[in-house]
């Protein structure tokens, strides 16, 4: 298994950049090579976009990179996102992985759309007629551009309507630059907006648009994420320099782009020169731990509740079932300290500001048989110092004041908008996908979504529907 060089620490952390340098071709197809073309390819199923992987790895293995993206595409409208940004548990459900490192399936779909882009063959694809049905699509995240893609190309007039000022969802304002520089989405809208997607930025639905303007549509998506963040209440939380990731992965994105960085009223948040605490250990957390190195920490500390998974696979998530394993991100690479079983019981300040917190270490056990409770361990109070905390607690579902509330829609118990199993709500042509539908989740899952509800949406108005379902559309081998 090779992967291409990163960039070194001392280097890449003083800039925004992405971190990957480039990769020989010969090496790409000698990863392509260790795909053993599997009777029955476990990483179709693995992947949530169902995408034709071993079909991929051969066509770029005899250099046929044409038909390595042609199939790429069909299942996946933005491979360079999902190529530069999933998890993949389609390598964790490879075959080779087994006994052997799995084929390194995300970095080939990268190579192949960046290929593809490079030789001027991703081109915009209009509908050849339209339909006259009109379709609205709240959110431009990757669930909101993927519906519109699906369902522009069956023929329907889509307008997705944004309330940033920016497309992209947390593509955008989520994911900072060193992971994937915003040009990649601005190359893909280009394409969007050339096969005659309409887009309106700036525009919040349930305040600028209502019940009443999304009625004129024949169909509405909800793609509008789940945006409502976890807090942590407990004493102190209202000091100043205690803040959401969010807020300052947004802001950092905005510095990058350019942009005023005083947003939505919040202050403008930095880490240089302090002792960051991050909260939480997920993704979120670590893009906080690459963002404060780069914004020039004195140190970081990243505290996680759950105890430190094991570097293996556990007897529990045999393959090809995605495990639940210790990652390490590149930016858990570029420096700080994790630690796990850490509870966050308070923020103690100094003139308003946070200046420590403190914390107790937990263990769960099952000491009544009904399931591993966490335990506070006795004496393990700790205070470390903290001039800037964040909390990457992660979502606890979709906003409710908009046309949630004015359509009376039905939420699951975990917070996300109901609906059957076409993806529309209790209110006829109105459908949820993403986020806002899922809970709090991946892009690769955002996007299989959106397609799989832009097919409900076209069944819906046409009474069928030509665009594919899941993993559907294999293209005969040569
Ligand atoms: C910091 C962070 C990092 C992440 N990193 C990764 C990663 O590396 N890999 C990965 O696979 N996943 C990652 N995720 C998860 C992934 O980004 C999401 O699962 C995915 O973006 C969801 O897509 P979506 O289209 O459903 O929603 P979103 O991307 O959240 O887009 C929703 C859009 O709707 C808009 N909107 C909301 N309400 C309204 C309204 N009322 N009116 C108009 N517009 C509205 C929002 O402004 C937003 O643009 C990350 C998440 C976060 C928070
Ligand atoms: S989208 Fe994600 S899961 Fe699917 S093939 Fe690509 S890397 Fe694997």
Redesign the pocket.
């Known amino acids: 298994m090779e992967l291409p060089k990163k960039r070194k620490v001392e280097e890449r952390t003083k800039d925004f950049k992405e971190f990957y340098l480039p990769f020989p071709e010969a090496k790409i197809k000698a990863q392509c090579a260790r795909c053993m073309d599997c009777g029955v390819p476990t990483c179709h199923s693995g992947c949530p976009l169902g995408n034709l992987i071993p079909d991929w790895n051969d066509s770029v293995y005899r250099g046929q990179w044409r038909r390595a993206v042609e199939q790429l595409h069909r299942t996946n409208n933005f491979p360079e996102f999902t190529g530069r ?3 993949a548990p389609c390598e964790e459900a490879c075959v080779l992985g087994i006994n052997e490192p799995p084929v390194t399936i995300e970095q080939i779909e990268k190579e192949i759309i960046e290929y593809a882009f490079n030789q001027g063959w991703i081109v915009p694809e209009p509908p050849a007629q339209r339909t006259g049905k009109t379709v609205a699509i ?7 551009l993927a519906c519109a893609q699906q369902l522009n190309r069956a023929g329907h007039t889509v307008t997705v ?4 000022d920016e497309l ?4 955008r304002y ?2 900072p630059d060193f ?1 994937m520089e915003k040009w990649v989405i601005d190359r893909r809208l280009d394409i969007l907006i050339q096969e005659g997607i309409r887009f309106e930025t700036g ?4 305040v600028d648009i209502t019940r009443d303007d999304l009625s004129k549509f024949d169909a509405v998506v909800l ?5 409502v963040l976890r807090d942590l209440p407990i004493p102190g939380s209202d000091l100043d320099g205690i803040h959401f ?2 807020d300052f ?1 947004t802001q950092q994105n905005r510095l990058v782009a350019g942009k005023e960085v005083d947003c939505y009223g919040q202050p403008v948040i930095t880490a240089k020169d302090k002792h960051v605490v991050v909260i939480g250990g997920g ?2 957390g670590s ?1 906080c731990i690459g963002t404060s190195h780069r914004q020039g920490a004195r140190g970081v500390a990243n505290f996680e509740l759950l105890p430190k998974p094991s570097t293996d696979r556990p007897d529990h998530q045999p393959w090809p079932y995605w495990p639940m394993r210790l990652r390490t991100s590149s930016s858990h690479e570029e420096g700080g300290t994790r630690h796990w079983q850490i509870l966050t019981k308070a923020f103690v300040g100094e003139a308003g500001y946070v200046k420590d917190v403190i914390t107790v270490d937990v263990e769960f056990a099952n000491t009544d048989g009904k399931g591993p409770k966490m335990i506070e361990k006795p004496d393990s109070e700790r205070s470390w110092p903290a001039d800037l905390v964040l909390l990457a607690l992660g979502f606890t579902g979709p ?1 409710s004041d ?1 046309v949630v509330a004015q359509y009376e829609l039905p939420l699951t118990p975990y917070g996300s908008i109901q609906t059957d199993g076409h993806y529309m709500t209790r209110v006829d042509g109105i459908f949820a996908a ?3 539908h899922r809970g ?7 996007i299989s979504e959106g397609r799989e509800a832009a097919r409900c949406v076209d069944v819906y108005l046409m009474g069928g529907s030509d665009l594919p379902t899941k993993g559907e559309g294999d293209l005969p081998r040569v």
């Not at 709090?440 to 955002?446: K, M, P, T, Y």
């Open positions: 940004l999933c998890p709240v959110g431009s995240g990757p669930a909101g309507f944004e309330r940033d992209g969802g947390l593509l989520g994911i992971k525009i919040h639905e349930g793609c509008s994420g789940a945006t990731a969010m992965l993704d979120t893009y906003e908009t993403g986020d806002s709090q989740s991946l892009i690769v899952w955002a």
